[in-house]
């Protein structure tokens, strides 16, 4: 280890054990004290708004200077009512129910012994965003909430917006007695942090977030020895069946692909039953092409209209993220299902069709964290499920899967009430 | 990588496929078909006993040459009454309520989309143990009542056995219609299986499961890619209020430190509140050493009985599995609260008191998988919990924690109902 290394070393595992005793902290408090603690931090953002917009500007100018593109340059600027937007959510997340202390389960057995399953805080969770500034606020909020200390780091593109932005929220947290070091950001651009942080800075990091492209995801999944809540894509599938309503199928695959191409929840692939290729299949494609979106698809596809672009094996395992889609006949809900389990990045696929019981098997068969019939794939969000925010969507199985908002970011334990019982 | 490895490494992914290719079929079994192959494994057990009791005096009368200890025996040998146990215990494991398709949550949001959160299988269970060749069956078993199929690996002590008991279960299960794959036995002894499995094998093992002594669950802890249900120690506490009923706390030291001492629910350190030194510790520490229990205290405690051994900073680590207890003098609640955060396992911890604020507050504040008020630490036993039974307990704070069962063995997804729902 070079002498600049041992030092980011250093700096990174007093990060670490900072955000250990901050958890420690945050763990006993009431859902009254970090409420105040949120909502002195959304004060603290609104009145720190100067010095937030000018470091945004710094960044915003670099950026310019390095000749980046529009969209990321939109993602990275910040303005007065953006700020105010991110202030508002920080309230919003107050306003949640608190998610630790619910008792999730509880029974007595024979013995007497009562028993209660209680959520507790996870302890400290990682943040490893890129661009957005607003993932500062957003997911520190989140953390708080959740009685978790958050240890962010920012991409170097928002470095500067996003120190402001936690240099406030600590500030209005201090203000409500509340430790500072519940959020903390990453006081170095250094890429090697972003390693030590996936090695769990000595057990002082409990579970990671990556919020970003493809490419981050894809390190943190490969490096982190930690477990990761993520998504590396979605691959999202819209099975049209032979009992589809036609008129609800095109509004539904109209929305899920085109409402907004670059989410997540966009759907990438239509799988259109063979039984109703005639029926269905045909103003699906002209729709599509008639609003502006390319179909690839597959030879039954490209034999009812010659826009079609031919569809290669590559298109069914590719998310777009654009006014693309591929659209593949198969037999029936077998088809649709084999389809599905060999191409799925197990995030959210959904059924069209107005025949329970085959929706009813897509639901219980179709192996994603999120399965709908006869909705769009667009409600692949926390918000939408009521969770108020969400801190990203996860594909792994274990302990979050779906939209994570602040109930997936707790723990549990058990609490056990006797009156003298020893084990005979 | 040599000619052996590459073997080796060829079959455990062959193993790792056959295991993600079986857990798909499973995963959308009914219960009748799951307990029916649960069943016909348990009386394959009964029919092969000549075969698997042959196959565990070979890998005794190995143990005996290489002049292996007689608890070491003791845990490896099977008899008639050991093998009914566990043939019955597969019984008990098959009429567990199903924990797959559980619906864990449910409700409408304003638009109308009904949303429900289910319970799914965790996907591939890779279980890695030593001696006891009874965990074939029982791991076996957990694994296809949760949905998931098996990866087993024996000690090399137990092979001869556990492959027995392996061959019996599968050709049960087969009887029943369920591909034989769920349960898969490693049928290599190589070490380097181990390294393999700990890596995922391909991303066909969702979650590991160690059995056995320290080294080992350090080792998997140490070098594992894909998440752990586990705990390295359980260095369990016990508080003594200073309104504990001194009987109860008598009889619950006692059964909590000496029913069985090498369990992990066995109590290692007693804290004693210095509010009722005089009264309470004095009958305490003479009731553990007239029952042959060797007590290291801190100076009051060593002040109180010459037979006292003075504790050293080490004993407040140790996890002694052995007829020993350290016993420290606490200021009082936030005393015993402060020597736990510092050194507890966060495996099981327990208060005596007849103050229901004190109860609460030790309850609340500590950060361990089971918290008890009132009885003995040895209930950490997922039998006692009333989850029929356990494959392991675990002090991670992901997913599971505490005693993992059946349901701890499952993950969910959501089940997103509409009439036609887009995204505004």
Redo the contacts between chains.
């Keep these: 280890m070079g002498g600049a290394e041992r030092e980011l070393h250093g700096l990174m595992q007093a990060i670490g054990q900072a955000a250990r005793a901050a958890a ?1 902290s945050l ?2 408090m009431t859902p009254q004290q970090k409420d105040a603690g949120l909502l002195a931090a959304a004060k603290a953002l609104r009145a720190s708004a100067p010095t937030i917009l000018a470091a945004n500007a710094l960044d915003l100018q670099d950026a310019v200077h390095r000749g980046t593109s529009g969209s990321f340059l939109d993602r990275l600027r910040l303005d007065g009512a953006r700020l105010e937007a991110v202030a508002q959510a920080v309230e919003d997340i107050a306003v949640l129910p608190d998610p630790v ?1 619910r008792v999730l389960a509880h ?1 007595t ?1 024979p013995n007497g ?1 009562m ?1 209660e399953r209680v959520a ?1 805080p ?2 400290v969770i990682g943040v490893i965003f890129e661009s957005r500034p607003n993932v500062t606020a957003d997911a520190g909020a989140l953390c708080l909430k959740s009685g978790n200390a958050a240890i962010l780091r920012a991409g170097s593109e928002s470095f500067r917006s996003a120190s402001a932005i936690a240099d406030a929220m600590r500030t209005g947290l201090q203000q409500a007695g509340i430790p500072g070091d519940a959020i903390q950001l990453v006081p170095s651009k250094d890429r090697a942090a972003v390693g030590m942080m996936l090695q769990g800075l000595d057990q002082n990091i ?2 990671i977030v990556p919020r970003g492209g493809r490419s981050l995801v894809e390190r943190v999944q490969a490096e982190a ?1 930690v ?1 990761v809540f993520a998504h590396l894509e979605g691959l999202c599938h819209i099975y049209i069946d032979r009992a589809a ?1 036609l008129a ?1 199928a095109k ?2 695959v ?3 692909k085109l ?1 907004r191409t670059g989410v997540c929840g966009a759907a990438e692939t239509l799988l259109i039953d063979r039984a109703c290729l005639a029926s269905h299949a045909q103003p699906l494609v002209a729709m599509l092409i008639g609003v502006g979106c390319e179909v690839r698809g597959d030879p039954a596809i490209a034999a009812l209209d010659p826009r079609v672009v031919p569809a290669v094996e590559q298109d069914w395992h590719t998310e777009y993220l654009d006014a693309i889609i591929s659209v593949a006949v198969v037999d029936g809900l077998d088809g649709a299902l084999a389809h599905i ?1 060999r191409y799925s990045s197990h995030h959210t696929d959904a059924v069209i069709t107005d025949d329970k019981a085959t ?1 009813e098997r897509f ?3 179709v ?10 794939t ?2 692949a969000d926390g918000g ?3 969770f108020g925010a969400e801190i990203g969507i996860a594909t792994g ?3 979050a ?2 939209p994570v908002g602040v109930e997936q970011l707790t ?13 005979p």
Tied chains: 1, 2.
């Design positions: 420690a763990a006993v202390g029974w057995q012994l028993f507790t996870l302890g409990d579970v020895r477990p309503d609800m509004a539904i109209l929305n899920a409402r389990a929706a639901l219980r068969e192996d994603s964290a999120i399965v709908l019939h006869n909705a769009s667009q409600f939408e499920f009521g199985r274990m302990h899967r779906g723990s549990f334990n058990y609490r056990v009430r006797g009156t003298g019982q020893i084990r």
